[in-house]
């Protein structure tokens, strides 16, 4: 009778080719398994919870239909890309509003990582055996799906108000709402890194959100601004989200701005890159804190 191969050589010998492969396919099938799932789970809340999808769009439709009608006749833009003639208010402000409301829901989905992280299944989630990166980047999935189902919901009523986009421009744009999404996601999943309780959360957004919108192209051209004050030009012209802005509104009119693509790409890689340093628990400011859920155990 032959004896069984010693224990200690069949741990330092490797699995044969076949066994290695099916190892494999099992770990990019569990992580594809895990991606899903938190992705479909973000996605039945925001069905389930039909209040928070209209509660988006009344922030952009009340901008639209009461402030750009006021300001019709007064805050026209001339000639500029990527428009070829001159158009009214209501039609500038389309692209920046449905960038705005990703922009929110950015930080809205990073409110709720506090309180996952905290007391909700992303505090499971972060101490299994995922890495780190795919538990953030499906999560950033997550959010950005439910961004750009609510922006195209908003343009859907912004074309009935004569917002003058070509057809073509709706799809054409898609890349780039996705791109905007996952850079205003990750933003806000680095700075859900830095707070540590839900009510804090709130004011660190007030003095992120507001700013970032307001100082950018979304309600008015940049060069309106210069005539006013360079130094809040340069402020809005350093703003990400005045890129995400610009991207979304030149791919609406099937035009492509590399500037904006790059900033938006760049920014949105170096954030989800911190974030992802940031809940590590051996490194980041999780590991000051003693894990996810603050912890000192």
């Known amino acids: 009778m032959t004896n069984p191969t010693p224990l200690a050589t069949r741990i330092g010998t490797a699995p044969p080719r076949g066994q290695a492969a099916r190892i494999g396919r099992l770990d990019a099938v569990g992580y594809l398994i895990c991606l899903g799932g938190i992705v479909r789970r973000e996605l039945l809340r925001f069905f389930n919870q039909k209040e928070r999808f209209f509660s988006a769009l009344v922030r952009p439709l009340v901008w639209l239909f009461i402030f750009a009608a006021g300001f019709r006749n ?10 070829q003639t001159y158009v009214l208010y209501e039609v500038y402000v389309v692209p920046g509003l449905a960038v705005m409301i990703q922009l929110f829901n950015g930080m809205q989905s990073s409110l709720s990582m506090v309180y996952d992280r905290e007391v909700g299944s992303m505090k499971v989630l972060l101490t299994s055996p995922y890495p780190r990166w795919l538990l953030l980047l499906a999560k950033l999935i997550a959010g950005v799906a439910v961004s750009i189902v609510q922006a195209y919901a908003f343009l859907a009523v912004a074309y009935f108000w004569e917002s003058d986009i070509p057809w073509l421009g709706y799809l054409a744009a898609l890349p780039a709402f ?23 959360f709130a004011s660190v957004m007030n003095f992120v959100i507001f700013p ?10 940049l060069w309106r601004i210069r005539e006013s004050s360079e130094t809040l030009y340069w402020i809005c012209e350093l703003n990400p989200f005045s890129h995400a802005v610009q991207l979304v509104r030149f791919a609406l009119y099937l035009q492509f701005e590399p500037v904006a693509c790059a900033v938006v790409v760049g920014v949105g890689l170096a954030f989800f890159g911190m974030a992802v340093v940031a809940y590590d628990p051996g490194r980041g400011i999780m590991a000051r804190r003693g894990g996810p859920a603050g912890d000192n155990t």
């Open 178 to 200: 996705l791109a905007t999404g996952l850079m205003l996601g990750a933003i806000g999943l680095f700075l859900s890194s830095l707070v540590r309780q839900l009510e804090n």
């Open 74 to 83: 007064t805050l026209g833009v001339s000639i500029e890309p990527p428009y």
């Open 212 to 221: 970032m919108f307001f100082a950018s192209s979304a309600l008015y051209p």
